[in-house]
């Protein structure tokens, strides 16, 4: 087969503060003959996350820095142009972590299949990927049970809506904080949230007692700063904090002071625990089988914010900070 151009997005500088397009460069590859025992894959989607941006530091985290002059990667869809390998044949589709780019070669044991049934495929970077297996496994690390009353943060986003529906299912009272009043209708409306508000129109902590007036046994964070302390004076004794991201300190420059009222940790025993959902892909057959029939029965909705083009993948990216989607953020490359 004659090489395969491609263009993919590079890393060409650590962002200080909140990512620019000035960090990243579009580049132009060629991809070479198919190796034997390799398969060649075009992606029809990608995904872009807020733990990307840990990645684009240089320092230790859970995940390695993103190297500066190479191609980023991520979640992404694709389908088998070509194969070398037994595993796979053209147009099959499978996931992969080869995002940011439009074609990739990799080994087979680095693709996922998925079905083509399942529509749209997109999902498999959201609802049924990722970002779904997130917002499981939070609700089941702390055990969240019928009749609790939860409050999720980041409500509107990749997780926090999917959790939110997935306390709906358990029996919880489910309550959801997001950044406008199109996202606050979304919960209420789409995701049959019981309450919802939008933490920019006035102080979290009066919204949440508003929602909640006798209180809170889970909080479900995405957010950090602010909300986490309002959370921990809604809580009530013995409650849970599930703490799954803290996208409004991801662009700190300076470390910001912790919650004022932490103390109450210890007077309410509350429990805080936080996770890595790639500690949970033994876990992942159990929540396909479980989420996957939820959306296969209509019970699960799947809501994406699409941009078009590798050429989007930037803005897409910096808008997760601006609150530019609602539910999950993809770049269509087809």
């Not at 479900?220 to 849970?240: C, I, M, P, S």
């Not at 409004?248 to 940790?265: E, R, T, W």
Request: glycine residues 12%; neutral net charge; charged residues 20%.
């Amino acid at each position: 087969m004659s090489k395969t151009v491609s263009r993919e997005i590079r890393l060409a500088s650590r962002p200080v503060g909140m990512p620019t397009a000035a960090n990243f460069t579009l580049a132009q590859t060629e991809l070479g003959p198919l190796p034997d025992q390799q398969v060649l894959v075009r992606n029809l989607f990608m995904s872009v996350d807020p733990y990307m941006r840990g990645r684009m530091n240089d320092r230790k985290s859970y995940v390695p820095p993103f190297e500066l002059g190479k191609p980023l990667d991520g979640g992404a869809v694709g389908e088998v142009i070509e194969s070398r390998a037994g595993e796979f044949k053209p147009g099959d589709v499978v996931t992969s972590s080869f995002g940011w780019r439009e074609c990739f070669i990799a080994s087979p044991k680095h693709l996922q299949p998925v079905s083509r049934a399942v529509l749209p495929l997109s999902i498999y970077l959201g609802t049924l990927g990722m970002p779904g297996l997130t917002a499981w496994v939070g609700l089941n690390l702390v055990e969240v049970k019928a009749g609790d009353v939860v409050f999720i943060s980041g409500a509107a986003g990749a997780v926090g809506n999917v959790a939110g529906q997935l306390a709906k299912l358990r029996g919880c009272r489910v309550i959801g904080s997001a950044g406008s009043a199109a996202k606050v209708k979304f919960l209420r409306e789409e995701c049959g949230f019981d309450f919802a508000f939008d933490y920019k129109t006035g102080p979290i902590g009066e919204q949440l007692k508003l929602a909640a007036p006798d209180g809170i046994d889970v909080y479900f964070d995405n957010v950090g700063g602010e909300t986490l302390e309002a959370a921990l004076a809604a809580l009530r004794g013995q409650g849970r904090i599930i703490a799954c991201g803290a996208i409004s300190v991801y662009n700190d420059q300076q470390p910001q002071p912790g919650p004022a009222n932490l103390f109450q940790m210890i007077t309410k025993r509350l429990t805080m625990k936080g996770f890595i959902v790639t500690d949970w892909l033994d876990r992942q057959g159990e929540f396909e089988r479980e989420v996957g029939s939820y959306f296969r029965a209509g019970k699960l909705k799947n809501q994406e914010t699409v941009m078009e083009g590798i050429g989007q993948a930037v803005d897409a990216f910096v808008g997760l900070f601006a609150g530019k989607n609602v539910g999950k953020m993809v770049v269509n490359l087809t």
